[in-house]
Nanobody, 122 residues
Framework: QVQLVESGGGSVQAGGFLRLSCGAS?????MGWFRQAPGKEREGVAT???????TYGDSVKGRFTISQDNAKNTLYLQMNSLNVEDTAMYYC???????????????????WGQGTQVTVSS
């Protein structure tokens, strides 16, 4: 079992920035951020594997940066140049098995946090 706890969400004006954090109860192979806006499907934002390799969704490339502190089992998402379309509930996710790979496929992830709300106003 892996427990995940997100923090760092909030309200910000367009063009601003936020940093999300996700603490995990143990080391994992792959961690990621997903988001879900009202009335929309949950979409992948970014993933990072234990070796540091990353993937990003097209809508956040160049604006968001995923990183991790392996010593603290903590995942981060630095979000810059936020726009209204980034408004969503952001979820941290993780899985343990390298054979699954580490890509933006929510079906790969077994463990999920409760989410943290990000609201961007114009």
């Amino acid at each position: 079992q892996v427990q995940l706890v997100e923090s760092g969400g909030g309200s910000v004006q367009a063009g601003g920035f936020l940093r999300l954090s996700c603490g995990a109860s143990r080391a994992t192979y792959c961690m990621g951020w997903f988001r879900q806006a009202p009335g929309k499907e949950r979409e992948g934002v970014a993933t990072i594997a234990a070796d540091g390799s990353t993937t990003y969704g097209d809508s956040v490339k160049g604006r968001f940066t995923i990183s991790q502190d392996n010593a603290k089992n903590t995942l981060y998402l630095q979000m810059n140049s936020l726009n209204v379309e980034d408004t969503a509930m952001y979820y941290c996710a993780a899985h343990l098995f390298w054979a699954r790979g580490c890509v933006l496929d929510r079906g790969l992830f077994r463990y999920w946090g409760q989410g943290t709300q990000v609201t961007v106003s114009s």
